[in-house]
T-cell receptor, first 115, second 116 residues
Framework: GNSVTQMEGPVTLSEEAFLTINCTYT??????LFWYVQYPGEGLQLLLK?????DKGSNKGFEATYRKETTSFHLEKGSVQVSDSAVYFC??????????????FGKGTHLIIQP | EPEVTQTPSHQVTQMGQEVILRCVPI?????FYWYRQILGQKVEFLVS????????KSEIFDDQFSVERPDGSNFTLKIRSTKLEDSAMYFC??????????????FGEGSRLTVL
């Protein structure tokens, strides 16, 4: 079945540091890939997505590229801010007949940015 | 900005009791979902709902679980006889497109269920 593996946290960085959160997946067919973010006290919010191989999703300075050859969708940001502190979830959606409605999530990575 | 709201934010119950978790999805959305996250584990898909019926469910969503949209605004998850392993954060989500690839899922803040 489908699965998502992302790096364990917490990840602690200083402000303006470069961020990478690794995400790899296992899936049948051609899933779409997502990064969701959960700020303290809030629900999960879509951060970015990519629907086919080599697509790059980007939002708020974050970006991730759908790499089919390495089955990866790593999240990157060039210069993090304290306000980026949150839990980040990598997820994929199944193909028709394989869970089209449901997202398969990773465990989440808690990111802490220190001033 | 429209948002998905969930109640209660935290519920503590005894094993074997029935629990109903409530969600108010975004008003013009047509697709509704429940997910859960056991502490320290992955967020897991439970069920999706469209046009007053379940469109997809996971193996977790057994006969102890049911969903309902009783009045056109609320979307509820009922657990008939809670078990210790049902302790988790339950997230409701809604979307205006079928499946997350066609419509963004908007999540609520979650309802934490603790079964003693």
């Amino acid at each position: 079945g489908n699965s998502v593996t992302q790096m364990e946290g917490p990840v602690t960085l200083s402000e303006e540091a470069f961020l990478t959160i690794n995400c790899t997946y296992t899936a049948t067919g051609y899933p779409s890939l997502f990064w969701y973010v959960q700020y303290p006290g809030e629900g999960l919010q879509l951060l970015l997505k990519a629907t086919k191989a080599d697509d790059k999703g980007s939002n708020k300075g974050f970006e991730a590229t759908y790499r089919k050859e390495t089955t990866s969708f790593h999240l990157e940001k060039g210069s993090v801010q304290v306000s980026d502190s949150a839990v980040y979830f990598c997820a994929l959606s199944g193909t028709r007949g394989g869970g089209a409605d449901g997202l398969t999530f990773g465990k989440g990575t808690h990111l802490i940015i220190q001033p | 900005e429209p948002e998905v709201t969930q109640t209660p934010s935290h519920q503590v119950t005894q094993m074997g009791q029935e629990v109903i978790l409530r969600c108010v999805p975004i008003s013009n959305h047509l697709y509704f979902y429940w997910y859960r996250q056991i502490l320290g584990q992955k967020v897991e898909f439970l069920v999706s709902f469209y046009n007053n019926e379940i469109s997809e469910k996971s193996e977790i969503f057994d006969d102890q679980f049911s969903v309902e949209r009783p009045d056109g605004s609320n979307f509820t998850l009922k657990i008939r006889s809670t078990k210790l392993e049902d302790s988790a954060m339950y997230f409701c989500a809604s979307s205006n497109g079928r499946g997350p690839s066609t419509g963004e899922l908007f999540f609520g803040e979650g309802s934490r269920l603790t079964v003693l």
